[in-house]
């Protein structure tokens, strides 16, 4: 039997949908204006700024990135080509790590303001601090509501 959507879940699902597919348009526009990066390099960018030495082996950087090997495999080679990340091998194990360089850091540095100006705009701006700790609760919640029913096999193909 099919479990048809409330009317209000209808309209919570279509708003999410709203941003869903509108908040990634925006800010792929800024960087790619501000930074010639699409937000996907951005933030494989700014997660290795983060890691200790700016190194990940890639298949983590996947997990981090919500995205397949095959696709980050595509970009950091693309960084590769820029100069802004490196590939190293794993002594002794599979896999390889993806090493921001200097070039690579300078381009995050130089990339996040105009982004975190871009998210405070289009979303932090419109939110008071209980609505922003609201977000936080229903977006870890819907992300482990999602990694749940993906486990389960649910859109998958």
């Known amino acids: 039997m099919t479990r048809w959507l409330s009317t209000e879940q209808q309209q919570a699902w279509r708003e999410l949908v709203n941003v869903m597919t509108r908040m990634p348009a925006a800010l792929d526009t800024q960087l790619q204006r501000d930074s ?3 937000h996907f390099e951005y933030f494989v960018l700014s997660a290795l700024s983060e890691e200790p030495n700016r190194r990940l082996q890639l298949s983590a950087l996947a997990n981090a990135a919500n995205a397949s090997l095959s696709r980050l495999s595509h970009v ?3 960084l590769e080509k820029v100069g802004w990340v490196r590939r190293e091998s794993i002594v002794g ?3 390889s790590l993806a090493v921001l ?4 850091y300078q381009k995050v540095v130089e990339a996040a303001p105009g982004h975190a100006e871009t998210v405070q705009a289009l979303l932090f ?3 008071d601090e209980r609505q922003v700790r609201e977000l936080l609760t229903l977006s870890t919640a819907m992300v482990a509501q999602l990694d749940r029913g993906l486990a389960a096999g649910n859109g998958k193909a």
């Open 36 to 38: 010639g990066l699409t």
């Open 76 to 78: 950091v080679t693309k």
């Open 93 to 95: 194990a599979r896999g």
């Open 101 to 104: 360089t200097d070039t690579g």
């Open 125 to 127: 701006d419109g939110l």
